[in-house]
Each structure stands twice: as C-alpha cells, then as structure tokens.
C-alpha cells in the first residue's frame, strides 16, 4: 500500500509542476517528501493541490 502511495503522491507532484510552472520548487520539495515513508508527505500534496485549485478524482 505504501509504495502505492508513493507513486500516486509522484505523479501528482508531476501533475503540478506540468499545471503550474510557479510551484516548481514546491514541487520538488514534495517529491522529496513523497519519496519518503511518511504520510506527511499525502499531507503536504494535500495542502499543495489545495493551494493550486488541482483536485484530484478519488
């Protein structure tokens, strides 16, 4: 399940940087902390997506 996470918290980061080129070192950084085992990471690209009107379709 975690690894999951991870790749769907990548290529929503992905997703951002393609939607909005002013968050790219948001972006970066939360490819980092999306890399990690940590679910502050969902988190973070919660607050991220919030941020840059990008709702995911769960």
Not at 22 to 40: F, L
Request: charged share 20%; aromatic share 6%.
């Amino acid at each position: 399940m975690k690894n999951c996470e991870r790749l769907a918290n990548l290529a929503l980061a992905e997703q951002l940087h393609e939607d909005n080129k002013a968050v790219a070192p948001e972006v970066a950084t939360s490819s980092t902390i999306a890399s990690s085992s940590d679910s502050t990471g969902i988190f973070y690209l919660a607050s991220l997506i919030t941020k840059t009107s990008v709702l995911p379709k769960w």
